[in-house]
């Protein structure tokens, strides 16, 4: 078990619904909470992360701000998708992780259903394998 | 071409729906409105064509003073009582709004509070910002609603107050620019907040 950004194990944000330049999806898997990416128009908004190969994950954890309701589904879009819903909070980051219980994965994708606010941002993604 | 020119050094920032709703009978004038700020003062339609459902325009507006542009998605709804439930689902949480009514007809403004309702139920509690416009100002002489009482109205609803004539195509650009403002603005007060939050 190791705990690790998406940036070192080599995954990539593929597709964002919204692109400022200032503030691009990249900034999603840096590390940082510093640094984020923003919605940038209405909901539904969302991000697709690609790994490398074909990775177990046992749970992954979002830092937000403004999300409301996030649906995270694995690889095919066939199936339902696992749910989070996001705690209001002010001026700090909300924190959830949602156990993934080893599913195989290559592509994460999150949608972000809806907002506290009309917009929403993301600071930071992080695995665990 | 030259619209082209002027995306090249802007960048593409913010995408946003906004719809022009109507307040009140049909065709007070929000198709006029929405076409002829879409295709840059072209053309005005004497005859009237209802709207049936939704009719989704896009354009891009550049920010002044700024290298940016906001990208606006104009819903432009059916007014019809029995169409406009339909329209409604379109709706989505839209972030800012247009209401439009008829200055030669007092109900059609009295309606916009029920809109503006209607429109809140959708935003769940966010804030609503925008624009009231009144058209047709070019018929002055069958003018049924003061600009101050009009404006007045939009004051205690946050929205800011737009006299225009789709007619002599006059002031038509304004409302969809200060709706484009507000969304510019909406967003820079969001991007404060985030560079200032604490670790979850
Ligand atoms: N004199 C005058 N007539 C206008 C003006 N704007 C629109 N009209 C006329 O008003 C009628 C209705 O205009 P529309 O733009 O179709 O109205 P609408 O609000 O979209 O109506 P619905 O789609 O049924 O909700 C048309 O006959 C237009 O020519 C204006 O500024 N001045
Ligand atoms: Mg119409």
Redesign the pocket.
């Known amino acids: 078990m190791s705990d690790s950004s998406f940036n070192s194990l080599g995954v990539k944000v593929v597709f964002a619904s919204s692109c400022d330049e200032n503030h691009p999806p990249e900034n999603i898997m840096d590390g940082n909470t510093k640094t984020f990416w923003t919605s940038t128009g209405m909901f539904p908004q969302e991000f697709v992360i690609r790994f490398p190969e074909p990775t177990r994950v046992a749970a992954v954890t979002v830092e937000s701000y403004n999300g409301t309701k996030t649906v995270v589904t694995i690889n095919s879009t066939h199936c339902p998708g696992s749910v989070m819903k996001f705690e209001r909070t002010e001026r700090h980051l909300q924190l959830n992780t949602l156990s993934l219980n080893g599913s195989s994965a290559v592509h994460l994708r999150f949608v972000i259903a809806s907002g506290h606010d009309h917009f929403v941002s993301v600071h930071r993604v992080t695995v665990k394998t | 071409m030259r619209k082209l020119q002027m995306q090249k050094d802007h960048k593409l920032l913010f995408s946003t729906v906004f719809i022009p709703v ?1 307040a009140g009978d ?7 409105l929405s076409h002829i700020f879409y295709s840059g003062g072209s053309l005005f ?7 049936a459902g939704v009719e989704l325009l896009m354009k891009c507006v550049n920010i002044p003073e700024t290298n940016d542009t906001v990208e606006l998605y104009i819903l432009d709804s ?3 009582e029995t169409l406009a439930e339909g329209c409604e689902k379109m709706w989505g949480e839209p972030s800012l709004v247009c209401l ?1 009514f008829d200055l030669t007809n007092e109900q059609s403004f009295v309606n916009c509070s029920g809109w503006m309702e209607r429109v809140r139920t959708h935003c769940q509690g966010l804030r609503v910002s925008g624009v009231l416009v009144g ?2 100002s ?2 002055s002489a069958r003018r049924e609603v003061q600009a101050s009482v009009a404006k007045e109205w939009a004051q205690s609803q946050g929205l800011e107050y737009h006299e ?4 002599e195509m006059e002031n038509c650009d304004a409302p969809f620019l200060s709706v484009a403002r507000a969304f510019y603005s909406l967003y820079n007060e969001h991007l404060e907040t985030v560079r200032n939050l604490s670790p979850g």
């Open positions: 109507h049909a065709a007070v004038g929000k198709s006029s339609q004497k005859n009237y064509n209802m709207t059916a007014g019809k439009v058209n047709k070019d018929l225009t004539s789709a007619k």
